[in-house]
């Protein structure tokens, strides 16, 4: 079992969420407030958890779905921000993946069937078989619009 792939989805989950909770502002993306503290290794170095997050941070910006300025060591993405396709992958409908979204009045729809919603019900659960669907959604290079609400 890769492990670490789960990692990856967790961590694009969670830096991403986190960059859409304070969306458009730019803020610091700090890899310790998405995985918690990790101790360095005998040298000094970050743990290969830690690494592996930087990593994934970097990845989605060299992918397009944030942008920064620049690192802060290795502790964080300075000045990061959504691009237009994060914003926009994560506002976008999932109605799916609710029970009974006819029922709903839209202002609640909008909000509830929102690819980032359901994310972040995916971690607060700690359901990572379905954290793992949902944060592959973000990657789909055509999102289906065709029900989306937003």
């Known amino acids: 079992m890769d492990l670490q792939i789960d990692d990856f989805y967790k961590d694009c989950a969670s830096g991403l969420l986190q ?7 730019r803020v610091a993306l700090y890899v310790e407030d998405l995985i918690g503290p990790s101790e360095p290794d005998e040298f000094g170095l970050p743990s290969k958890r830690h690494e592996s997050c930087l990593g994934a941070l970097l990845w989605l910006a060299d992918e397009g779905y944030l942008r920064f300025d620049s690192t802060i060591h290795f502790e964080a993405l300075d000045q990061a921000v959504l691009t237009e396709k994060g914003f926009l992958r994560l ?3 999932v109605p799916a993946e609710l029970a009974y979204p ?29 954290l793992v669907c949902l944060t592959r959604l973000i990657f ?10 937003v």
Do not use: K, M, N, T
């Not at 789909?140 to 609400?149: L, P, V, W």
């Open 102 to 130: 006819e029922s709903l009045p839209p202002s609640i729809l909008r909000v509830q069937a929102s690819l980032a919603q359901q994310l972040r019900g995916a971690l607060r659960s700690a359901d990572s078989e379905r």
């Open 140 to 149: 789909e290079s055509r999102a289906d619009a065709s029900g989306d609400i």
């Open 19 to 25: 960059l859409y909770q304070v969306f458009p502002r």
């Open 91 to 93: 506002s976008r409908a």
